[in-house]
């Protein structure tokens, strides 16, 4: 849709039904597009030949009393609706088709299009389309050009671009219906029925169910150990001496013996040591899941009028007379 876009990125839009266009207008309004951005041109219902001054200055009278109240119906708080002979405007492009002296049409249509960025081809499609009686809405939406012309387009506007692949799209069907008509007829009259029906399939794509998360949490416990020691004892035993004599020499105070007594003593060392080990891997597991939906299916039904045989192939159900016979 470049066409439909200028420089400036206005979005266009022709409408033939002027109801049509209000709906899009409010609907541009209540997505958040101001009433500064929106324009909307369009012809008076009541035109007359313009032949000289006096029949112009009816029509611009009549418009006033048909046409103003249309557009104002759209809900836009412009202020004066300037009406421009048969054509009524509303909206910023208005004031590109008023001079600022007299108020008379500068350059018309397609020069306050040609104002917005439109080549002049372009900018002539869309007067041709207003003097039609059709209604042209535009919107300066900037980067959301998109989205307006999606508006514009629900309520079945068209542009230049929309214009030129819908009469290709038309020629293209009407070519088609015409070679499919002769091959019917070269086949003796035959026609054909293609019956459709939707399938299932089925689209299997990973996704995280969940984590495992393994670490280590260190516990303290008590141990009791059994470890045998031993120590030395010192034994005193006295015997009777034998009476053998001895000198007073052999006599000596503070005489005594000195033993030392040993024990082993336990002492306790903790050392790390690996116990197990522990081996964390995934793998895949088999498994079915029930899946459905809801399908269509496409039927031939055969309906007979009047005193007609029927000679049916294959699964086609036949519902008798048809409700004129009934």
Not at 103 to 119: D, F, I, W
Request: proline share 3%; aromatic share 2%; with cysteine.
């Amino acid at each position: 849709m470049n066409a439909a876009r200028t420089q400036r990125a206005t979005v266009m839009g022709v409408f033939q039904d002027r109801a049509k266009a209000e709906r899009a207008v409010a609907e541009l309004k209540r997505a958040g597009f101001p009433d500064s951005d929106i324009s909307v041109v369009t012809k008076g219902r009541n035109e007359t030949d313009a032949g000289s001054k006096t029949a112009t200055g009816a029509a611009t009278g009549a418009a006033a009393g048909a046409g103003a109240a249309a557009l104002a119906s759209l809900g836009m708080t412009f202020g004066v609706i300037p009406i421009i002979g048969p054509i009524l405007a509303v909206g910023p492009l208005a004031a590109a088709l008023i001079s600022a002296a007299g108020g008379a049409a500068a350059g018309g249509l397609v020069g306050a299009l040609a104002g917005l960025g439109l080549s002049e081809g372009d900018a002539r499609f869309y007067e041709d389309e207003v003097n039609a009686g059709r209604t042209l809405v535009t919107v300066k939406a900037d980067s959301r050009a998109d989205e307006a012309w999606k508006i514009l387009h629900r309520f079945d506007a068209y542009n230049h671009e929309h214009r030129a692949a819908s009469s290709a799209a038309t020629t293209g069907t009407a070519a088609r219906t015409a070679a499919s008509n002769v091959t019917a007829a070269a086949s003796g009259g035959e026609r054909s029925m293609k019956l459709h029906e939707e399938e299932l399939h089925v689209r299997k794509q990973p996704v995280e169910a969940g984590e495992v998360r393994v670490h280590k949490e260190v516990h303290s416990e008590h141990k009791t150990l059994d470890v045998p020691v031993q120590r030395e004892e010192v034994v005193i035993e006295r015997r009777p001496a034998s009476g053998q004599a001895a000198s007073s020499a052999d006599i000596r105070p503070g005489e005594e013996m000195r033993i030392p007594v040993r024990e082993e003593q336990v002492r306790v060392e903790k050392t790390p040591v690996v116990k197990e080990e522990v081996t964390v891997g995934k793998r895949p597991v088999q498994e079915t899941e029930h899946v459905g939906g809801t399908v269509r299916k496409e039927e031939v039904r055969v309906e007979k009028q009047g005193d007609v045989d029927i000679h049916t192939k294959g699964n086609v159900k036949d519902s008798g007379k048809c409700d004129k016979d009934r």
